[in-house]
């Protein structure tokens, strides 16, 4: 028996209830298709429905690490593992989307012009965060305890935030993308920003967000342990002592490894998005693992300075251009039981590729969807998550564990994002996410 979500609540079908026999385990199918929704097996249980969401993580982390052609669409001629881009590297980042002086981006097929310090180092990807959101050095932004994450080799980790057609059609559709257009789309009569939520025949993807965490490979780096692209790392420098730090600017062509991955799918019966949440398996120990078993090595922890604080920010100033002491890193909230054994049934199917190197952490989605995909319910905003609380030790570093209010959980925190309209008749919510913030003024007046 397989029903979606919304066809639960239509039923009237508690998430306690035994309506069937669970359908027999199968092994996962590898596939490039991106599932359009979860499928949810009876008995509705809410750890059989949490099952279900894990599912749908594996499912959509394996077709968005699928080769991609050079439009960016799966070639589907080829296996997963197979060198080459993957389909979500092919998306728009965020620094492409949000330019000075709020200009329109380019077309979707078009590439966008490199930063000036990386022009002429090759036609590479390029990574500038320091941090999942923009300005985690002076913290401009930040509503939460942050900072850079450090790996053993002293260098700073370096992170990206790409979207998919669907999501940007609509960023660039409405004009969000700039401060004038946010206010122009809030004036008329009953606009509410919702992106995309898949609604033709469940045959349409809807809005997809993917947030990537990268190590720069050093010496003692294998580089054939991890997905590892060439990529122009890139800081934008600062000359503001008040912020901390004078840091030049700079632009680089480095080999990194991806560490850390968040999905982020806006689905026809989760108005607040499913989170899906995926680490590289050497990133850091648990912090329920006896200290005389964290063996490693860890990409950030280091078994012999165990005396060092842990999960604390570096010290500031913060400065990517010179070496840092090693952030010393543990996971609060372990991986469950049910999480290690799917993982293990996923990394069986994926044996003998590099994306086997990677683990599910868990999945967060709503157990109590609104019946309008678009909008949540003005009561329940948050949908009733499960779990209560989700962190990536390479994105949400220094706000893991289970603290109400303080530590991580995807969509109480994201339920806080706005844009960047600053009067409205009506509220600035941005589904979610924050890089709507980012969006930039075109300097005509208002």
Same mark, same amino acid.
């Given at each position: 028996?397989?029903?979606?979500?919304?066809?639960?609540?239509?039923?009237?079908?508690?998430?306690?209830?035994?309506?069937?026999?669970a359908d027999a385990a199968s092994p996962p199918v590898l596939s490039p298709a991106i599932?359009?929704?979860?499928?949810? =097996?009876?008995?509705?249980?809410?750890? =059989?429905?949490?099952?279900?969401?894990?599912?749908?993580? $594996?499912?959509?982390?394996?077709?968005l690490n699928w080769p991609a052609n050079a439009d960016g669409s799966a070639n589907t001629s080829a296996q997963i593992g197979a060198p080459g881009q993957t389909v979500w590297e092919s998306w728009k980042e965020s620094y492409e989307i949000f330019l000075p002086q709020g200009q329109k981006p380019v077309a979707w097929n078009q590439k966008s012009p490199l930063p000036p310090a990386c022009q002429g180092k090759g036609d590479l990807p390029v990574l500038q965060q320091m941090g999942k959101v923009a300005g985690v050095l002076d913290e401009t932004i930040q509503p939460f305890k942050t900072g850079p994450l450090v790996d053993q080799n002293g260098t700073y980790t370096r992170n990206a935030i790409m979207v998919n057609q669907p999501m940007f059609d609509d960023i660039v559709n409405k004009g969000?993308?700039?401060?004038?257009?946010?206010?122009?789309?809030?004036t008329k009569a009953d606009n509410r920003i919702a992106f995309s939520c898949g609604v033709k025949e469940d045959k349409e993807v809807g809005a997809i967000m993917v947030k990537s965490? $990268?190590?720069?490979?050093?010496?003692?780096? =294998?580089?054939?342990?991890?997905?590892?692209?060439?990529?122009?790392?890139?800081?934008?420098?600062?000359?503001?002592?008040?912020?901390?730090?004078?840091?030049?600017?700079?632009? =680089?062509?480095?080999?990194?490894?991806?560490?850390?991955?968040h999905i982020v799918h806006k689905t026809k019966d989760a108005p607040q998005w499913v989170w899906s949440s995926f680490e590289h398996v050497r990133n850091v120990p648990e912090k329920t693992t006896p200290m005389n078993e964290r063996k490693g090595p860890y990409l950030f922890y280091n078994a012999q300075a165990s005396d060092r604080p842990v999960n604390e920010p570096p010290a500031q100033p913060w400065d990517p251009s010179k070496k840092a002491t090693p952030s010393q890193i543990v996971r609060e909230i372990p991986l469950t039981a049910a999480t290690h054994q799917l993982n293990a049934q996923w990394q069986g199917a994926l044996k003998g590729t590099v994306w086997a190197n990677y683990q599910l952490i868990s999945?967060?989605?709503?157990?109590?969807?609104?019946d309008d995909c678009q909008v949540p319910s003005p009561t329940n905003p948050l949908g009733t998550p499960a779990p209560n609380f989700l962190a990536n030790a390479t994105l949400e570093t220094y706000n893991q564990g289970t603290t109400p209010q303080a530590s991580s959980s995807c969509m109480e925190c994201h339920n806080n994002a706005t844009t960047r309209v600053t009067q409205s008749p009506r509220t600035s919510f941005a589904d979610f996410t924050f890089l709507l913030e980012r969006a930039q003024s075109t300097g005509a007046k208002e």
């Open positions: 028996m397989k029903i979606t979500l919304k066809r639960l609540a239509c039923l009237g079908a508690s998430f306690t209830s035994v309506l069937a026999m599932p359009f929704d979860v499928t949810a =097996n009876a008995p509705f249980t809410l750890d =059989n429905l949490q099952h279900d969401f894990d599912v749908l993580s $594996w499912q959509t982390f394996v077709a969000l993308y700039s401060k004038e257009g946010q206010q122009a789309f809030f965490a $990268w190590k720069v490979l050093g010496g003692n780096d =294998n580089s054939q342990d991890f997905h590892a692209v060439d990529a122009l790392v890139y800081t934008p420098g600062n000359a503001d002592p008040s912020k901390g730090a004078v840091i030049p600017e700079s632009c =680089n062509a480095q080999k990194v490894g991806l560490v850390g991955l999945t967060q989605w709503p157990t109590a969807p609104a």
